[in-house]
């Protein structure tokens, strides 16, 4: 998962299948991926491209004591008079969902109601296999949904957010009381509230970056870190991507003087280092303090360069250190680690 945002399909196959970059926590186990955002709210899912069910889960927000929203996608349409069926025999027995009580986003059905999620989640926790019955006007279908890897997920979302050990915790309970996960990130969707320095060196960089036709933060999603006494990085969006690399401008705000700066990558080239202001498909992981980025050489994935860099410094004043970048020229259909140019082994 990467901070620019995408259509469902491409969305859930990043979920499942990750990428040398995933923003946040992300990890899989057996049949289940959990995948969080660099803010952390996380999910727990299951995802099959040729079911009638295609996507399944569980989503957490950070906050403590955040509810839990069961979700499913289904190839076809549901209207408001359809009914989705849930068993996990013998632990639970044809509990129905209609469709009427939960809220359309992106293809996918949400349903925070408690006593659904009450009545599922034990049931997943213990169970080997979920039923799945879609009902309409037209009949029924119905899916078999493995739960091998449930649990486990769960106590990596538990860990992931810091509720392992508390109260409000979904797998590793304890008596711990429960608190919001502690992250510095703000998820940006629209470019209003961007400070003057900010908004004025992003549209005026040498790249132009913002885009007078569209919200490229509406539309692609940033980042927000706070680095103390107002001051901040900014991960935005610079133009429009090409079929799939999506570039980003990381900017240093400093509030004591209202000003911003534009922040140089340093990279590693067969010539020698050098420095570059652009990085693709860029993520933020706020428990480092790294920014990662990949530039996928063709769309499969399988070949162009990954970095790693290191927020070096206080405040506003820092800058970013290259810790680790791989090359991978051959575009050859194999995913195994690339070959490593930083540090040269």
């Known amino acids: 998962m990467s901070i620019a945002r995408s259509p469902i399909a491409a969305a ?3 979920a499942v299948m990750g990428s040398p970059a995933a923003a946040g926590p992300f990890k899989t186990f057996k049949d289940w991926a959990v995948a969080c955002s660099d803010p952390l709210t996380c999910t727990v899912s299951i ?4 079911g009638r069910v295609v996507y399944f889960g569980l989503e957490r927000g950070p906050r403590a004591n955040a509810p839990v929203v069961l979700f499913v996608a289904v190839n076809g349409e549901l209207d408001r008079q359809s009914d989705i069926v849930l068993s996990v025999p013998p632990l639970l027995y044809d509990l129905v969902v209609p469709v009427s009580s939960g809220r359309l986003e992106e293809g996918v059905w949400r349903f925070a109601d408690p006593l659904v999620i009450d ?5 997943m926790k213990r169970g080997t296999r979920m039923r799945v019955v879609v009902t309409t006007d ?5 899916e078999f949904v493995s739960l091998a890897g449930v649990r486990a997920s769960l106590r990596f979302m538990d860990e992931a957010q810091g509720r392992d050990g508390n109260r409000d915790a979904l797998e590793a309970v304890g ?6 996960a502690i992250t510095r990130v703000t998820e940006l969707n629209a470019s209003a509230g961007l400070p003057v320095a900010v908004r004025d060196l992003w549209a005026g960089a040498m790249h132009q970056c913002a885009d007078d036709e569209s919200d490229l933060l509406a539309d692609f999603g940033g980042r927000k870190v706070d680095l103390g006494e107002g001051s901040a990085l900014f991960i935005l969006p610079c133009g429009l991507p090409g079929a799939y690399n999506q570039p980003f401008l990381s900017l240093a705000f400093d509030a004591s003087d209202g000003t911003a700066r534009a922040l140089m990558l340093p990279v590693m080239r067969r010539e020698g280092p050098t420095l570059m202001d652009l990085a693709y498909n860029v993520d933020w992981d706020d428990r480092k303090s790294q920014l990662s980025a990949l530039f996928k050489g063709r769309g499969l994935g399988d070949c162009g360069a990954s970095q790693v860099w290191q927020w070096d410094g206080s405040g506003p004043y820092g800058q970013f250190m290259l810790v680790e970048e791989r090359i991978k020229d051959d575009c050859d259909g194999e995913y195994g680690e690339w070959p490593r140019v930083w540090p040269i082994e």
């Open 12 to 14: 859930l196959t990043a």
């Open 47 to 50: 995802y099959r491209a040729d």
């Open 119 to 123: 009545a599922v989640l034990p049931a």
């Open 138 to 142: 037209a009949g029924f279908s119905e």
């Open 175 to 180: 008596d711990g009381e429960p608190a919001s």
